[in-house]
C-alpha cells in the first residue's frame, strides 16, 4: 500500500477536529516547556562539567528505559485506554520537572541527580511516546491520518522554536531553574486538554494473558515485514548517525561558535523553525514527488548539512544551514512515521510504534554517548563529520538491499 497523501484528504484536514485542535494547543504548550528544559538542562550538564562526553551520559541515561522497557511499553499500550495512560506519565513528568526546579533554586543540583531524574523520565517516554503516536490516529481517525500526522510533526517542531526561545531568554535573565520549573507548570495545559477532549475513534483494548507472546508476534511481524523492517531500520541509522548531532550542540556552540548561551539557543531555534516549514509543506511535497523520493533526499541531504555545519565558525551561516538540517530532518522521520502507519494493523499499531520510538529514543542517546567520547578525542567538527559520513553511507545500503521503500511509499 502507498503512503502518498490522498488527494480527497486536505494537508490541514485534521484541524476541523475540535477535539484535535484541544491536543494541538494542550500539546504545544507543554512540549514548549518541554524543549525549555531539555536545552536548559544541556546548558547546565556543561557548565557543571565542561564535558562533552558528560553530553552524551546524560542522554544515555534518559535512553536506557527506551531500550529495557519500549517493547513490552507497546504491548502495554494496546492493552489500556490511550488517553488515561497519558494523564499518568504527563502528571509523573510534572513531579520530576519540579524536583528538577527545586534542585536547582536550592543551588545543590549535582550531575547525579540529572543523571537519575533523566533515567525517571526516559521510563516515563518509554510508555507515553508509543501510546502519544497511536492517539493522534485515535483522535482524528484513518480518513485524516495523514493529516494528523503532519500537524502533529509541526507541533513537535512548532515546540522546538517557542521552547528554545523563551529558554535562552530565561536563561539569560533567570537561569536554568526557572526553565524547570515552567516546564512543570506547562504540563497543566496538556492535562486539563486531555480532560476535555472526547477520543471518538478509539481503537479496542485487547485484554491478553500472554503479553510476552504478543511480544513476540509484534517482533516477528515488524521484522517480516517487507515496508516497516527497512523503515525501522532507516530510523535507526538517523538515531545512530544524525539525532545526536542535536545533543553535542551546546559543545558545537561553546567550543567552535564561541556562544554557549545565545549562539545555542540559535540553533536550536533555527532547528526548530526548518522543521515548522518542512512539516508545513510536507502535504504539498508528498503530492508532487511523493514520499519515496522525499525520503531518500532527506537521508542524504541531513548528512550533507551536518557536514558543512564543521567547516562553520560564526552564527549566521551556521543557523542557516540549522534550518535547513532541521527541516530535512523533519521529513524524513514524516515519511518514515507515515509509511509504518499506513501498513500496520491496527491490532499491531502501538507494539510497532513503541519499535519506532524506540530506534530514535533508546538507541540515539547511546549514540550520543559515543559521539561526545569521540568529540571528546578528535574535536566535535571531526566527530560530526564522521557521523555524517557513516550516516550516509547506511542509508545507501538501505535503499540498495530494499529498493522497494522508495517506489511503494
Known sequence: MRANAPSNVRTYGALYSGDFR???????????????????????????????AWLGIVACAAGLPFLLLAPIGGVIVDQVPRRRLLLVTMLFQMGLAFILAALTFAGVVQVWHILVLAFLLGTSNALDMPARQTFVIEVVGADQMHSGIALNSVLNSASRILGPMAAGIALIRLGPAWCFFINGLSFVAAIAMLLLMHVPYAFHSER??????????????????????????????????????????????????????????????????????????????????????????????????????????TIPPAVAINVLWGAFMMLLYVCINI????????????????????????????????????????????????SAVLGASLSAFVFVRWSRVVTDI
Open 22 to 52: 484541544l491536543y494541538m494547543v494542550g500539546q504545544l504548550i507543554s512540549m514548549s516547556g518541554t524543549w525549555m528544559q531539555t536545552l536548559a538542562q544541556g546548558y547546565l550538564v556543561f557548565q557543571i562539567t565542561r564535558s562533552e
Open 208 to 313: 491478553v494473558s500472554k503479553p510476552l507472546e504478543q511480544l513476540r508476534q509484534g517482533l516477528q511481524f515488524a521484522r517480516h515485514h517487507p515496508m516497516i523492517a527497512p523503515l525501522l531500520l532507516l530510523s535507526t541509522i538517523s538515531s545512530v548517525s544524525l539525532v545526536p548531532i542535536m545533543q553535542i550542540m551546546p559543545a558545537y556552540a561553546d567550543t567552535v561558535l564561541g556562544s554557549p548561551d545565545a549562539g545555542y539557543a540559535a540553533l536550536s531555534i533555527a532547528q526548530g523553525a526548518g522543521s515548522v516549514i518542512a512539516g508545513v509543506l510536507a502535504g504539498w511535497l508528498a503530492k508532487r514527488f511523493g514520499y519515496g523520493r522525499l525520503l531518500v533526499t532527506c537521508a542524504f541531504a541531513v548528512a550533507l548539512c551536518t557536514a558543512l555545519l564543521t567547516v562553520q565558525r
Open 339 to 386: 509509511g509504518i502507519q499506513v501498513v500496520v494493523p491496527n491490532g499491531y499499531r502501538s507494539r510497532i510504534m513503541a519499535l519506532y520510538t524506540l530506534t530514535f529514543m533508546g538507541i540515539a542517546p547511546f549514540s550520543s554517548l559515543l559521539l561526545g567520547f569521540i568529540a571528546s578525542a578528535i574535536g566535535t567538527p571531526g566527530a560530526m563529520l564522521l
